[in-house]
């Protein structure tokens, strides 16, 4: 896939840091059942994260993510979800339901 960052098309509306962050997810997993369990956001930006997760989630629901250093809760969306991995996590893709401010307590270089 050959990207031109200066198509519009091709750019992300803002940075991704590399940084594991333990978290809690609780929603509901694709099978129905209700979930609390431990994850770690592996990718961040100020709209979403790559979740490593031991759970797979339903594109489309809402889980609430709590940062475990501070406590923090926000609710996000489901936007992707990877196949399971050999070591039995699923990778998934959330991003927040609405503005929130700096819910990662990361700086951000270029944010659009």
């Not at 992300?12 to 956001?41: H, M, Y």
């Not at 996590?89 to 929130?100: N, T």
């Amino acid at each position: 896939m050959n990207l031109n960052l200066s198509n519009p098309a091709d750019r992300r509306r803002s940075e991704r840091i590399l940084q594991r962050i333990p978290v809690r997810v609780a929603g509901n997993a694709q099978d129905g059942r209700r979930i609390d369990v431990g994850a770690a956001a592996l990718v961040i930006s100020p709209h979403g994260a790559l979740l490593r997760i031991p759970a797979a989630l339903a594109p489309g629901t809402s889980v609430d993510v709590t940062l475990l250093a501070s406590g923090r809760s926000e609710e996000f969306r489901v936007v992707w979800m990877g196949v399971v991995r050999e070591d039995g996590q699923f990778d998934a893709g959330i991003e927040l339901q609405g503005p929130v401010e700096d819910f990662w307590a990361m700086s951000y270089a270029a944010e659009n």
